[in-house]
């Protein structure tokens, strides 16, 4: 069992917690995952590690509440406990001799992107932050970012705050003014990865993008999480879990990892209002 030492609400859909898991808090690096259930007949759920403590031993999590498991996760409140927290999983960013690298992040992507972000201005290097969300009150960690950012835009869908837009159009404002980059790390709905690395191919900037398809194991067995990637005309199979998340985005094959990724939507749609329902009569009762 794991304690929830602290919980905070970052926005109407996206909570913060810190999990007590001590282990896990000493080998976590930026870019990797744990696997969680929430209780002991829950589903298994992938969710990136947004920061470690390991002199506290706690993980940080932020997580969008979009499906039953997460409904549930939302319900448990600071001092009670989860059932699994498995990790750290995956492979870390790659930070080696990378001076100057621009960090995008959309929606709750930016949970992911800002411990990047973080790791290498801990690092020395230059870092340009580019955050994406649909409007104003859906903003999160927008003080952090600032702090571990040598230049920072913040960009909202409907013009609500800071810049009108989508990330794209400073990055590319950047580029045609001759700014060059090491590196591009892009984190956020597939369709804000493909038209970032778009973007940046015409320029023939590196483009790292981090994926998180649907995971069972997180352990390469299950096969859920595969991927296809472009590789000198060859397609071939890569595995989220055990060989990212992070990929080359001129690799990624995009439109299937959209179309497999909308498989269970539905199902997902239906799962979490029951759930919600569930949630609703007990508090009725």
Do not use: W
Request: net charge negative; with cysteine; glycine share 10%.
């Amino acid at each position: 069992m794991y304690k929830i030492v602290s919980k905070k609400e970052l926005n109407p859909t996206v909570t913060q917690m810190e999990i007590e898991a001590p282990l896990v808090a000493r080998k976590a690096k930026p870019g990797q995952f744990i696997i969680l259930r929430v209780d002991e007949n829950g589903e298994r759920i992938p969710l990136t590690i947004a920061g470690a403590d390991r002199e506290k031993g706690t993980v940080k999590i932020i997580f969008q509440i979009v499906g039953a498991t997460t409904e549930k996760l939302n319900h448990k409140n600071e001092g009670e406990y989860i059932e699994d927290f498995a990790g750290p999983l995956g492979v870390a960013t790659h930070t080696e001799g990378i001076k100057k690298v621009c960090i995008i992040g959309g929606g709750v992507g930016c949970a992911i992107a800002m411990p990047i972000a973080q790791a290498f201005h801990k690092l020395g290097a230059q870092v340009t932050s580019i955050i994406g969300f649909r409007s104003k009150d859906l903003v999160i960690l927008e003080e952090e970012f600032k702090a571990c950012s040598d230049n920072l835009t913040v960009m909202t869908d409907d013009g609500s705050y800071a810049r009108h837009g989508n990330v794209t159009v400073p990055l590319k404002e950047m580029l045609e003014a001759g700014e060059r980059f090491d590196m591009i790390i892009t984190i956020g709905p597939l369709i804000m990865m493909k038209f970032v690395t778009l973007t940046a191919k015409p320029f023939g900037v590196p483009v790292t993008v981090s994926m998180n398809p649907i995971m069972i194991d997180g352990t390469g067995m299950c096969g859920g999480c595969r991927l296809t990637l472009n590789r000198d005309g060859e397609r071939i199979t890569k595995f989220a879990c055990v060989d990212g998340p992070d990929f080359n985005g001129y690799e990624v094959d995009f439109d299937e990892a959209m179309s497999r990724g909308n498989i269970y939507k539905d199902f997902e749609r239906k799962a979490h209002e029951e759930t919600c329902n569930l949630f609703a009569g007990i508090k009725e009762a």
